[in-house]
């Protein structure tokens, strides 16, 4: 099985530290901002990491199957949200990011995930 399969990615300039397959937003002004919105809405899943004070394009993948971070235990199949941090975990409350198409034991483990 693929673990990516890129399908809608846009880039962004970045705005904060942005850590690659964790979940980012991206801001009225236009940036890419790490971490999650209101409802645990993300606007995709950085492909690249970038420091604070160095600005780049950051690819974003919105669309498509990525790498992402589990931020907890995490079934095959489940369906996962973002946590405060950008982490994956399963849907609790939040809204729905996509499914885990592979598990995690633990927090720290890259599964991949189908983005919706």
Known sequence: ?????????????N???IIQFRAVTLGPDGLVAPGVLAAHRIDGVAQMSAAAT????????KKGITFARAGAAIAAGAQ???????DFVTLAMGQVAGRALT???????YIALLLY
Request: net charge negative.
């Open 80 to 86: 996962v949200e973002a946590d405060a941090v950008g």
């Open 54 to 61: 160095q600005v780049e394009a950051i690819r974003v993948m």
């Open 15 to 17: 705005d904060g530290a």
């Open 103 to 109: 598990g995690a034991g633990g927090a720290g483990v």
């Open 1 to 13: 099985m693929a673990y990516e399969i890129p399908g809608f990615v846009y880039n962004a300039p």
